[in-house]
């Protein structure tokens, strides 16, 4: 499969927009400007933070493949999130296998033996896009386990994976939702959260040591 070459070539440091890998995990250590992304893209309101890790890695043994995530929160009830940056549009058709092998790997971790499976977390699994996963035109597409043949009945087994599209159209989604996907695809403030996202960025831009760790 061709790669895209421009994705591929390192941006400049002082080109760095929040859509880049390295400079979204070094916004998100900001705990709450974190909180604040989760409740944007999900719709919902989070008492608090109880652990944040960039670049979380999950192994299942040797023989088996490991992952490394961009951004891996647990909140204050043990709801768990990882959140991707997805840039590279090679692989899109695997995303859905993707969440599904992040999920088994986050689920192994999260269970010791003799535990039983109430104990598994309820988790999200978000990636932010800058193209469309599925080229149906959406800016968010959530995906939930229903019954094929009642859609009214869900499996309720606690996962949920959205995937955001900051091509999409943003006349589905909250005004909230739909100032940050415009702050990350072209970097307009619009409200006072981007407003914040937008400082944070200019000031790891002004880090000369996290600029040398970029060019490492």
Same mark, same amino acid.
């Given at each position: 499969?061709?790669?895209?070459?421009?994705?591929?070539?390192?941006?400049?440091?002082?080109?760095?927009?929040?859509?880049?890998?390295?400079?979204?995990?070094?916004?998100?250590?900001?705990?709450?400007?974190?909180?604040?992304?989760?409740?944007?893209?999900?719709? $919902?309101? $989070?008492?608090?933070?109880?652990?944040?890790?960039?670049?979380?890695?999950?192994?299942?043994?040797?023989?088996?493949?490991?992952?490394?995530?961009?951004?891996?929160?647990?909140?204050?009830?043990?709801?768990?999130?990882?959140?991707?940056?997805?840039?590279?549009?090679?692989?899109?058709?695997?995303?859905?296998?993707?969440?599904?092998?992040?999920?088994?790997?986050?689920?192994?971790?999260?269970?010791?033996?003799?535990?039983?499976?109430?104990?598994?977390?309820?988790?999200?699994? $978000?990636?932010?896009?800058?193209?469309?996963?599925?080229?149906?035109?959406? /800016?968010?597409?959530?995906?939930? /386990?229903?019954?094929?043949?009642?859609?009214?009945?869900?499996?309720?087994?606690?996962?949920?994976?959205?995937?955001?599209?900051?091509?999409?159209?943003?006349?589905?989604?909250?005004?909230?939702?739909?100032?940050?996907?415009?702050? $990350?695809?072209?970097?307009?403030?619009?409200?006072?959260?981007?407003?914040?996202?937008?400082?944070?960025?200019?000031?790891?831009?002004?880090?000369?040591?996290?600029?040398?760790?970029?060019?490492?």
């Amino acid at each position: 499969m061709k790669h895209n070459r421009e994705f591929y070539e390192i941006t400049r440091w002082n080109k760095l927009t929040l859509s880049n890998n390295f400079m979204f995990r070094l916004v998100m250590e900001k705990q709450e400007l974190c909180k604040k992304l989760i409740e944007c893209i999900l719709g $919902i309101k $989070i008492k608090s933070l109880s652990y944040v890790e960039h670049e979380k890695s999950f192994e299942a043994n040797l023989q088996s493949k490991g992952i490394r995530l961009d951004l891996f929160v647990i909140d204050e009830d043990g709801v768990a999130y990882d959140i991707e940056m997805q840039m590279d549009n090679s692989y899109k058709q695997f995303l859905g296998r993707r969440t599904r092998y992040y999920v088994s790997l986050m689920d192994n971790k999260a269970l010791k033996k003799g535990d039983k499976y109430s104990k598994l977390r309820k988790s999200y699994v $978000i990636f932010i896009c800058t193209f469309d996963p599925f080229d149906r035109g959406l /800016a968010k597409y959530t995906f939930n /386990a229903i019954c094929n043949e009642d859609h009214s009945l869900i499996l309720n087994d606690g996962v949920t994976r959205v995937f955001i599209n900051t091509e999409g159209d943003r006349h589905r989604i909250s005004r909230e939702l739909a100032s940050l996907i415009d702050y $990350i695809s072209s970097g307009k403030v619009t409200d006072e959260y981007t407003h914040q996202l937008d400082e944070e960025v200019n000031e790891i831009r002004n880090d000369t040591g996290k600029e040398r760790a970029y060019m490492t």
